[in-house]
């Protein structure tokens, strides 16, 4: 733990040595609040479906722009190599940096909490949705933080982690869409409904948390970040 630690530590603060992870933020900030409010007042209904809904899609951006640098950059500055020769083990590297790229994300979710404080303070929200959204958002995006930590430990190109972090992530999220279903055998739509995100993300957004839908998540988050020790191990062979 105390590597693990240390590695979490060193990860996190490089986010903010950058203007990068400034950059970041604010866009995510004022994309995310501006697709909100745009038409909130318009409505007239305090609720956050909307702003739930949309997250989903700029995390599909946002993630990979977060998970690009954090293989890759190490990778083609020579610095993998040398932290490789340190007395840490494979998993408590990939972990620590796991860690440090979620710590960053719920960092960026923490700060819209002015959402619902500007929806309770304008009307009577159903706050059960809303601890689910956030939940869902949560586990969504963690989902795509394992994804991409594991496609930039396969290039040092982090352009190219971006994209495919991006177009394998759009793949998941749309595989249990409607008009993915309409499109294939009947035998198939339950498994292509399972593997999408969305069917478990709304199943969360409505306030029920279900077993399955957190099994789901975290079998994914585990499966790829077993992939990527497996991927950091691959140096040796």
């Known amino acids: 733990m105390t590597v693990i630690r240390a590695i979490l530590k060193k990860e996190f603060t490089s986010y903010?040595?950058?203007?990068?992870?400034?950059?970041?933020i604010t866009i995510f900030l004022i994309l995310s609040n501006w697709l909100f409010f745009n038409t909130y007042f318009l409505d007239e209904q305090a609720s956050m479906r909307?702003?739930?809904?949309?997250?989903?899609?700029?995390?599909?951006?946002?993630?990979?722009?977060?998970?690009?640098r954090v293989w890759a950059e190490e990778k083609k500055l020579g610095t993998m190599e040398l932290l490789m020769t340190l007395p840490v083990k494979d998993y408590e590297v990939v972990i620590g940096k796991f860690l440090a790229s979620f710590l960053f994300l719920l960092v960026c979710l923490l700060l819209t909490?002015?959402?619902?404080?500007?929806?309770?303070?304008t009307g009577d929200p159903?706050?059960?949705?809303?601890?689910?959204?956030?939940?869902?958002?949560?586990?969504?995006?963690?989902?795509?933080?394992?994804?991409?930590?594991?496609i930039s430990s396969m290039t040092e190109n982090q352009i190219v982690a971006f994209i495919l972090s991006l177009l394998v992530s759009?793949?998941?999220?749309?595989?249990?869409?409607?008009?993915?279903?309409?499109?294939?055998?009947?035998?198939?739509?339950?498994?292509?409904e399972y593997i999408g995100f969305g069917s478990h993300f709304i199943s969360i957004t409505r306030g029920v948390l279900d077993s399955r839908d957190l099994v789901?998540?975290?079998?994914?988050?585990?499966?790829?970040?077993?992939?990527?020790?497996k991927a950091i191990e691959s140096r040796k062979w």
Not at 170 to 192: H, K, Q, S, T
Not at 216 to 229: A, D, E, G, R, T
């Open 16 to 24: 903010f040595v950058s203007p990068v992870a400034y950059v970041l």
């Open 50 to 68: 909307i702003f739930i809904a949309r997250l989903p899609w700029i995390f599909l951006f946002f993630v990979p722009a977060v998970t690009m």
């Open 216 to 229: 789901y998540y975290f079998s994914f988050i585990f499966f790829f970040l077993l992939l990527n020790v």
């Open 126 to 150: 159903d706050w059960g949705p809303i601890i689910g959204g956030y939940l869902g958002s949560l586990l969504m995006g963690t989902a795509y933080l394992a994804l991409g930590l594991f």
């Open 170 to 192: 759009f793949l998941f999220l749309i595989i249990g869409e409607n008009f993915v279903l309409y499109a294939i055998p009947d035998w198939l739509v339950p498994l292509f």
């Open 113 to 121: 909490l002015s959402v619902p404080m500007t929806v309770a303070y």
